[in-house]
């Protein structure tokens, strides 16, 4: 399974040329073991779709390719943690969260295992591939899960600096990535703490808390906004749980209307957990979730998806200036 791929292996070969935001998940890994920390990888079969074809070159007695069986990789990864290896494992995300439930709920988190979970292609980025293969309910279900981080990065940079500031996480994450071709929001790599959000503006008027691929377009929309004299806001809650209370809080005590923006539906993801800090502090300020709108997406290119559901910029800005006029 870990011997040489023929070179004429179908087109593969040159994804990562063509989505250069794939290489970040590799690059994060490498510095962890540069840095002495014990980890390893494994994928389903989707080396050359995340990246992990990198890794696997660099250090491969430290790459695991399970094939297609997903449930026997996150089983077989929590039985690797018990040897004191933090093990990295990767798949598409509506696979890992859908297919994968059972053993990510029992053998990694209920076990306590420090597995790191990573669910690739996110939301509707897929396009074409359909509704089986958009991960739309992945939010949702991760958070539910006692004791699992969810981490949303917004870019690859970001993704990066979590995967780094995971070495010191004893407890198991589940990270939410695209598809390599998410516009940059961090031109260098951010600082990343868990439970912690990244404020990108204040607004008086409107804060949009974002986080994945939404943040880029949360940003462009605030900004075109702020340019005709609004005032709107930007946080991006990358770290959906542990859940940055403060920052929704002090948004919600500045601002007059908060609007989330996700990649996912609407019930659950971090429209919900947003939701839930407001009612349970008793704040009264207007709330707007965006994102899909409970219902199966539909089949297109991605960014055909994006404009459709209204999470490309002009749609988030569309969306934005209805909430608050």
Request: glycine share 10%; net charge negative; aromatic share 8%.
């Given at each position: 399974?870990?011997?040489?791929?023929?070179?004429?292996?179908?087109?593969?070969?040159?994804?990562?040329?063509?989505?250069?935001?794939?290489?970040?998940?590799?690059?994060?890994?490498?510095?962890?073991?540069?840095?002495?920390?014990?980890?390893?990888?494994?994928?389903?079969?989707?080396?050359?779709?995340?990246?992990?074809?990198?890794?696997?070159?660099?250090?491969?007695?430290?790459?695991?390719?399970?094939?297609?069986?997903?449930?026997?990789?996150?089983?077989?990864?929590?039985?690797?943690?018990?040897?004191?290896?933090?093990?990295?494992?990767?798949?598409?995300?509506?696979?890992?969260?859908?297919?994968?439930?059972?053993?990510?709920?029992m053998d990694?988190?209920?076990?306590?295992?420090?597995?790191?979970?990573?669910?690739?292609?996110?939301?509707?980025?897929?396009?074409?591939?359909?509704?089986?293969?958009?991960?739309?309910?992945?939010?949702?279900?991760?958070?539910?899960?006692?004791?699992?981080?969810?981490?949303?990065?917004?870019?690859?940079?970001?993704?990066?600096?979590?995967?780094?500031?995971?070495?010191?996480?004893?407890?198991?994450?589940?990270?939410?990535?695209?598809?390599?071709?998410?516009?940059?929001?961090?031109?260098?790599?951010?600082?990343?703490?868990?439970?912690?959000?990244?404020?990108?503006?204040?607004?008086?008027?409107?804060?949009?808390?974002?986080?994945?691929?939404?943040?880029?377009?949360?940003?462009?929309?605030?900004?075109?906004?702020?340019?005709?004299?609004?005032?709107?806001?930007?946080?991006?809650?990358?770290?959906?749980?542990?859940?940055?209370?403060?920052?929704?809080?002090?948004?919600?005590?500045?601002?007059?209307?908060?609007?989330?923006?996700?990649?996912?539906?609407?019930?659950?993801?971090?429209?919900?957990?947003?939701?839930?800090?407001?009612?349970?502090?008793?704040?009264?300020?207007?709330?707007?979730?965006?994102?899909?709108?409970?219902?199966?997406?539909?089949?297109?290119?991605?960014?055909?998806?994006?404009?459709?559901?209204?999470?490309?910029?002009?749609?988030i800005r569309?969306?934005?200036?209805?909430?608050?006029?």
């Amino acid at each position: 399974m870990n011997g040489p791929l023929s070179p004429n292996s179908w087109q593969y070969r040159g994804l990562n040329a063509v989505n250069p935001g794939l290489d970040h998940l590799s690059n994060g890994l490498i510095d962890l073991v540069k840095a002495g920390h014990n980890v390893m990888a494994g994928s389903a079969d989707l080396q050359y779709s995340n990246g992990l074809n990198r890794f696997a070159a660099a250090y491969p007695d430290r790459y695991i390719s399970f094939g297609i069986s997903e449930q026997n990789m996150v089983s077989t990864a929590a039985g690797i943690a018990t040897c004191g290896v933090t093990p990295f494992v990767a798949t598409f995300a509506s696979f890992l969260a859908l297919l994968v439930c059972e053993q990510i709920r029992m053998d990694v988190a209920y076990s306590a295992q420090p597995v790191r979970l990573v669910g690739h292609h996110t939301g509707i980025s897929l396009g074409f591939y359909g509704t089986s293969h958009h991960a739309t309910e992945d939010i949702a279900i991760m958070r539910s899960i006692a004791d699992l981080a969810v981490i949303s990065p917004a870019d690859g940079p970001q993704l990066e600096a979590a995967i780094r500031a995971s070495a010191d996480y004893d407890k198991p994450i589940y990270f939410r990535i695209g598809r390599g071709r998410d516009p940059v929001v961090y031109k260098e790599t951010p600082t990343f703490t868990f439970g912690k959000a990244h404020e990108h503006l204040k607004g008086e008027e409107l804060t949009i808390i974002a986080c994945g691929m939404a943040v880029h377009g949360a940003l462009e929309a605030a900004s075109a906004m702020n340019a005709d004299g609004r005032s709107v806001g930007v946080i991006d809650m990358a770290c959906i749980k542990p859940l940055d209370r403060d920052a929704i809080l002090e948004a919600a005590s500045r601002s007059k209307k908060i609007m989330t923006v996700e990649e996912h539906n609407v019930l659950g993801g971090l429209g919900g957990a947003v939701a839930e800090v407001l009612a349970d502090e008793g704040i009264g300020v207007k709330l707007k979730r965006h994102g899909i709108y409970d219902e199966y997406s539909l089949i297109a290119p991605p960014t055909h998806l994006y404009a459709h559901y209204k999470l490309d910029a002009a749609g988030i800005r569309s969306v934005a200036e209805a909430f608050i006029a």
